[in-house]
């Protein structure tokens, strides 16, 4: 399976990029996708997940300004983020916990990041 993740930038204080992360390959089932996001020095972190059943959850930092949603027919999944701040800056990450159909084994899968940079 390969994530691939695209719609990362460059985007001043105040406005909206979408990142997209979409899943190709063997036949699965999914048992939740997130985004994580890393910047310079820090910790990876997980900014929102998404479960199959369409849960939702979000870092107390991103509520209300991003939006994570999934595509089912596509297998893509989606984040909104709106109302970017310096702080957003970082690589974001697309991960997925899958269930291999062929195997019935659970995998996670990453994607290769992409940058956000917001400046001010």
């Known amino acids: 399976v390969q994530l691939v993740e695209s719609g990362g930038g460059l985007v001043q204080a105040g406005g909206s990029l979408r990142l997209s992360c979409a899943a190709s390959?063997?036949?699965?089932?999914?048992?939740?996708m997130g985004w994580y996001r890393q910047a310079p020095g820090k910790q990876r972190e997980l900014v929102a997940a998404i479960t199959g059943g369409g849960s939702t959850n979000y870092a107390d930092s991103v509520k209300g300004r991003f939006t994570i949603s999934r595509d089912n027919a596509k297998n893509t999944m989606y984040l909104q983020m709106n109302s970017l701040t310096p702080e957003d800056t970082a690589v974001y990450f697309c991960?997925?916990?899958?269930?291999?159909?062929?195997?019935?084994?659970?995998?996670?899968?990453w994607g290769q990041g992409t940058q956000v940079t917001v400046s001010s």
């Open positions: 390959g063997s036949t699965f089932s999914i048992m939740a």
């Open positions: 991960n997925a916990k899958l269930i291999i159909i062929a195997t019935i084994t659970p995998h996670d899968y």
